[in-house]
């Protein structure tokens, strides 16, 4: 079965009755084989696994911008968002970063509509989901390029 919709071709389309009424099999397939696009009425909707999503979101890292001030603190932004902070070290920068990158990811899926919503945000989101399918605060320090 293929869809054309807005330009672009989707293949193997399953219909939102035929994956609800086969939940199980769906999420197997999805999950141990490969992605799949589900359509509801007008809506359409992908199903990926995390593990395919980590590959879709490779190239999404961040660039830690800094500087050493005057009294030997370090300041730094992230080039991709607008984030920034103060450390005593760089080390402490990265730290801080990180922490502040979190809380950000968060607030912005808790407040998804806003900041979603807002265009010098809304590309964002693919920085947004690579930092939440981190499976810990030091996995997401390993996004920074600094």
Same mark, same amino acid.
């Given at each position: 079965?293929?869809?054309?919709?807005?330009?672009?071709?989707?293949?193997?389309?399953?219909?939102?009755?035929?994956?609800?009424?086969?939940?199980?099999?769906? @999420?197997?397939?999805?999950?141990?084989? +490969? $992605?799949?696009?589900?359509?509801?009425?007008? *809506?359409? %909707?992908?199903? !990926?696994? %995390?593990?395919?999503? #980590?590959?879709?979101?490779? $190239?999404?890292?961040?660039?830690?911008?800094?500087?050493?001030?005057?009294?030997?603190?370090?300041?730094?932004?992230?080039? #991709? %968002? *607008? !984030?920034?902070?103060?450390?005593?070290?760089? *080390?402490?920068? +990265?730290? +801080? @970063?990180?922490?502040?990158? @979190?809380?950000?990811?968060? =607030?912005?899926?808790? #407040?998804?509509?806003?900041?979603?919503?807002? $265009?010098?945000? +809304?590309?964002?989101?693919?920085?947004?989901?690579?930092?939440?399918?981190?499976?810990? =605060? *030091?996995?997401?320090?390993?996004?920074?390029?600094?």
């Amino acid at each position: 079965m293929v869809f054309k919709k807005e330009g672009v071709i989707m293949q193997g389309v399953f219909n939102a009755t035929d994956v609800r009424r086969d939940w199980g099999s769906f @999420i197997d397939n999805v999950v141990r084989f +490969k $992605p799949s696009l589900v359509k509801r009425n007008r *809506d359409y %909707l992908a199903a !990926i696994s %995390l593990e395919h999503l #980590e590959v879709v979101l490779i $190239p999404y890292r961040f660039t830690l911008e800094y500087e050493e001030e005057a009294d030997g603190s370090f300041s730094g932004s992230l080039k #991709e %968002l *607008d !984030i920034l902070a103060n450390a005593a070290s760089l *080390d402490a920068l +990265k730290a +801080k @970063i990180t922490t502040e990158l @979190i809380e950000y990811a968060q =607030e912005y899926m808790d #407040e998804f509509e806003k900041y979603y919503g807002a $265009p010098n945000r +809304k590309l964002h989101f693919p920085y947004i989901m690579r930092v939440l399918i981190q499976k810990n =605060e *030091d996995a997401v320090r390993g996004l920074l390029d600094a």
